[in-house]
């Protein structure tokens, strides 16, 4: 059973930090791509951050980029994304997702590259 489950998600002020989690299991292909996507109320789905399998290539949305961080657990079937001076714009249902077939070289924010997705962690910024 094929599975991404988000977590780290909450309530924060304006400037403050968290870090969110996402632990995947049951897949049989080990070599895989692993992005963060967001979305708010009445807005569309926003691609924040992937990370190649290795963890050695990142890319990060130019909305986030210096304020978030993707990275890839020594175990390979973890990502986390580390978010500091959140913004009352950042606030959104934080989703993982697994882009199978990916190269390190050509990471995709595009939410029609990944196959498999979590449930979403909820951040709110007050």
């Known amino acids: 059973h094929v599975q991404l489950v988000e977590s780290g998600g909450g309530s924060v002020q304006v400037g403050g930090s968290l870090r969110l989690s996402c632990a995947a299991s049951?897949?049989?292909?080990?070599?895989?791509?692993m992005g963060w996507f967001r979305q708010a109320p009445g807005k569309e789905r926003e691609g924040v951050a992937a990370?190649?399998?290795?963890?050695?290539?990142?890319l990060v949305a130019d909305s986030v980029k210096g304020r978030f961080t993707i990275s890839r657990g020594r175990a390979k079937n973890t990502a986390y994304l580390q978010m500091n001076s959140l913004k009352p714009e950042d606030a959104a249902m934080y989703y993982c997702?697994?882009?199978?077939?990916?190269?390190?070289?050509?990471?995709?924010?595009?939410?029609?590259?990944?196959?498999?997705w979590g449930q979403g962690t909820q951040v709110t910024v007050s």
């Open positions: 997702a697994a882009h199978f077939g990916c190269v390190s070289y050509r990471l995709s924010l595009r939410s029609e590259s990944y196959a498999d």
């Open positions: 990370v190649s399998y290795a963890g050695t290539s990142t």
């Open positions: 049951g897949y049989r292909i080990s070599d895989y791509c």
